[in-house]
């Protein structure tokens, strides 16, 4: 493997005279040493290999895959624990999405098992529950203490709600492809359900919660239509893809002029990043794909598409029904 590597270096390095000397100056070791490791009679230390690794400039899956062509390192985001990585999550998001607004044709693609997350971050009810779900469980003291909506409403930081706030506002400038089914909707409803039955969500408040669930489909019915992101001071693109062939999954793809990045979930709001370029490709050409099994659907006619965003919201209404009634509720 070494071999390989070094091989690797040599196709990269500018150096037109002596590779060993140069070697050697990264290293900060004699001329001897580091004809040794180029020719393998050295092994080349860890801490050499990393130093070796930025000099020229290469990727971790470029390092672990010399010798090996069916594996690839992936990026694992930070654990989340508490509030405040939460909104520390929130604002590292922003700051890695903000460049993507200045950056002619990148495209973000989201197949959505559930509601995408910046169609929830708004100054309102369904936000503030979506944290007060993800932090009941991550946050052990949230769960221990069995805290409930209604109390939670009353400790949240303002700063979190503006972290969240900040981050949809960049999403409004980037343009984005989704791909959703009728049970996209089906995880936001099951979770109003189980805190609801469980005593920690007030009637009042689940009600309201169902309205700004249904606000997010009336306002994402409208950039379907219109094909553009509502409040976008740059018109950004917004593709709603309806689909009935392939199960949504929660992978979000980042397409840009020079590169692909795409993020797998891994627990709740955590995920692993993968930047090797032909896995990449690989997960771009299964959107694609995607497409051709879908239906766009701003070109679906009104009829499917008023059938399709009615079948979300006749849910939400049997969910309405049973806040109130309180009788048996199955999610369907």
Not at 18 to 47: H, M, P, Q, W
Request: aromatic share 12%; glycine share 2%; hydrophobic share 40%.
């Amino acid at each position: 493997m070494q071999s390989e590597f070094i091989r690797f270096l040599k196709e990269k390095s500018m150096n037109n005279t002596s590779f060993v000397d140069e070697i050697a100056t990264v290293l900060d070791i004699g001329y001897d040493a580091a004809y040794r490791r180029i020719n393998c009679k050295t092994n080349l230390s860890l801490e050499e290999t990393v130093i070796l690794a930025r000099h020229y400039n290469i990727s971790l899956n470029n390092l672990f895959e010399v010798g090996s062509q069916n594996s690839i390192l992936t990026e694992l985001s930070p654990n989340l624990t508490n509030v405040r990585a939460l909104e520390a999550y929130f604002v590292a998001s922003k700051n890695n999405l903000s460049p993507l607004i200045k950056l002619k044709g990148a495209t973000i693609l989201y197949s959505a098992k559930e509601l995408p997350i910046f169609h929830t971050l708004k100054d309102s009810y369904i936000a503030r529950y979506k944290m007060y779900v993800w932090l009941k469980d991550v946050d052990i003291d949230m769960a221990k203490n069995k805290t409930s909506f209604d109390a939670f409403l009353k400790i949240i930081p303002q700063s979190l709600i503006d972290s969240a706030v900040n981050l949809a506002e960049v999403y409004k400038g980037i343009n984005i492809t989704e791909f959703w089914n009728n049970m996209t909707i089906n995880s936001t409803i099951q979770q109003i359900v189980y805190y609801y039955e469980s005593g920690l969500v007030s009637r009042e408040m689940a009600l309201l919660i169902c309205d700004d669930a249904e606000q997010v489909l009336r306002d994402v019915e409208t950039q379907a239509i219109q094909q553009s992101i509502i409040g976008s001071q740059n018109k950004a693109i917004y593709n709603l893809y309806k689909t009935d062939l392939h199960s949504m999954n929660n992978v979000i793809m980042v397409n840009t002029p020079h590169k692909k990045v795409f993020f797998t979930p891994f627990t709740l709001l955590s995920y692993f990043k993968i930047e090797h370029q032909p896995t990449c490709d690989l997960m771009y050409e299964f959107f694609e794909k995607h497409k051709f099994h879908s239906k766009l659907l701003v070109n679906a006619g009104e009829r499917d598409r008023t059938q399709f965003f009615n079948s979300m919201h006749q849910k939400i209404d049997r969910l309405r029904e049973h806040i109130i009634k309180e009788d048996a509720f199955i999610v369907q």
